[in-house]
C-alpha cells in the first residue's frame, strides 16, 4: 500500500506557491523542479525535505509570467508526455 500525499498550500498568490506536501520526498519533487526550472516563465523554484523519515517536503514556486498552478500543469504535461514517449520506445 502506497502512502498517502497530502498537500497542504501554505501561500498562493498571483505569482508565488508554497506548499507542504506530507507523505512525500523526492520522488515527486525532484523531476517537477527539473522541468520547471527549464520553463522561461518561473523565476525560481526549490523544494526542500525536513528529514527523510518525516516525509515533510517544502515546494516554492514563483513566476515571472502566468500563475504558478498553470506553471506546474506546464511541467506536469511534458513530465507526462516524456514518460509516455519513453513507454512507446519499450514497448513499441
Not at 49 to 78: C, M, T
Given at each position: 500500500m502506497s502512502p498517502?500525499?497530502?498537500?497542504?498550500?501554505?501561500?498562493?498568490?498571483?505569482?508565488?506557491?508554497?506548499?507542504k506536501a506530507?507523505?512525500?520526498?523526492?520522488?515527486l519533487f525532484s523531476?517537477?523542479?527539473?522541468y520547471l526550472s527549464n520553463d522561461p516563465d518561473v523565476e525560481y523554484v526549490q523544494f526542500d525535505v525536513d528529514h527523510p523519515l518525516q516525509?515533510?517536503?517544502y515546494?516554492?514556486?514563483?513566476v515571472?509570467?502566468?500563475?504558478?498552478?498553470?506553471?506546474i500543469q506546464r511541467a506536469v504535461n511534458a513530465i507526462l508526455s516524456d514518460l509516455e514517449e519513453l513507454e512507446?520506445?519499450?514497448?513499441s
Amino acid at each position: 500500500m502506497s502512502p498517502v500525499l497530502r498537500l497542504e498550500i501554505l501561500k498562493l498568490d498571483d505569482k508565488y506557491l508554497e506548499l507542504k506536501a506530507k507523505g512525500e520526498t523526492y520522488t515527486l519533487f525532484s523531476p517537477l523542479v527539473e522541468y520547471l526550472s527549464n520553463d522561461p516563465d518561473v523565476e525560481y523554484v526549490q523544494f526542500d525535505v525536513d528529514h527523510p523519515l518525516q516525509e515533510n517536503a517544502y515546494f516554492k514556486l514563483k513566476v515571472k509570467r502566468g500563475n504558478p498552478l498553470e506553471a506546474i500543469q506546464r511541467a506536469v504535461n511534458a513530465i507526462l508526455s516524456d514518460l509516455e514517449e519513453l513507454e512507446r520506445g519499450f514497448f513499441s
